[in-house]
């Protein structure tokens, strides 16, 4: 019973050590992933106005995803109720729409 028990928390001591030096090697590989940039970029909205956007952007160098950084205010009855959101939201690039009349297929 006493070898069991001394077994069964050798093996648990050794499975600590393992995960903790998984985890480590994985943070490890972590530094760096994300750059940050500032930059600008052009859009045309629906209407066909031009507008030029100076932003933060956040680049994963893994996948290639890009992120623009963004902040909203929001008023929940008046200006005093008034916070600041910000957040990351996904850089879609490239949107192309189909053409006025068509079926979009």
């Known amino acids: 019973m ?9 093996l648990l001591l050794i499975a600590l050590a393992v995960s903790q030096a998984y985890w480590s090697a994985a943070r490890a590989d972590e530094v760096g992933r994300y750059q940050l940039a500032q930059g600008t970029y052009k859009f045309i909205n629906l209407k066909g106005e ?14 290639g995803k890009t992120w623009t950084a ?21 850089f879609e690039g490239e949107v192309k729409l189909p053409p006025p009349g068509s079926t979009g297929r």
């Open 2 to 10: 006493t070898r069991c028990k001394l077994s069964t928390g050798l």
């Open 50 to 63: 031009a507008f030029t956007e100076s932003v933060i952007f956040k680049i994963d160098t893994a996948t």
């Open 70 to 90: 963004s902040v909203i205010q929001v008023c929940a009855s008046g200006p005093l109720s008034c916070r600041q959101i910000s957040q990351w939201s996904e």
